[in-house]
Nanobody, 122 residues
Framework: VQLQASGGGLVQAGESLRLSCAAF????????AGWYRQAPGKQRELVAA???????NYADSVKGRFTISRDAAKNTVYLQMNSLEPEDTAVYYC?????????????????WGQGTLVTVSS
C-alpha cells in the first residue's frame, strides 16, 4: 500500500499546476485526505484537506487559488493550484486520514505519501 504523489515541477508565478495523489494496493477507499507542504526551514503546514463527511478546509494563504478534489473510483486525490506565487514553493505531501484495505476492511490511519517538489519562480 502506498500513496504516490506526482505533478510537481518548476513554473513561473501566475501559472498553474495540478498535483495528484494516487493510492496503490488493495485499497477499498480513502476516508479523508489532504495536502501538506514544507518549505525550506519551515514546518510542515496544512494546505487543503477534505473530511470523510465531505467538508473541505484550506489554509488562508491558498483560499481562492487552490482546490482539493478526489476521484473515489480511482482512489486519487488532486490539488489544483492556480495563480501560483513564489511563496508556494515547497515540497507537497499527500496524507490520508484512513485507508480502508480490501478484502477485510482493515484500516491504515494517518498515512503519508512521498513528497513532490513545487518551485515557483518570480
Amino acid at each position: 500500500v502506498q500513496l504516490q504523489a506526482s505533478g510537481g515541477g518548476l513554473v513561473q508565478a501566475g501559472e498553474s499546476l495540478r498535483l495528484s495523489c494516487a493510492a496503490f494496493g488493495s485499497i477499498s477507499r480513502i476516508d479523508g485526505a489532504g495536502w501538506y507542504r514544507q518549505a525550506p526551514g519551515k514546518q510542515r503546514e496544512l494546505v487543503a484537506a477534505y473530511t470523510s463527511g465531505g467538508s473541505t478546509n484550506y489554509a488562508d494563504s491558498v483560499k481562492g487559488r487552490f482546490t482539493i478534489s478526489r476521484d473515489a473510483a480511482k482512489n486519487t486525490v488532486y490539488l489544483q493550484m492556480n495563480s501560483l506565487e513564489p511563496e508556494d514553493t515547497a515540497v507537497y505531501y499527500c496524507h490520508a486520514d484512513r485507508l480502508v484495505i480490501r478484502p477485510d476492511g482493515r484500516v491504515l490511519s494517518d498515512y503519508w505519501g512521498q513528497g513532490t517538489l513545487v518551485t515557483v519562480s518570480s
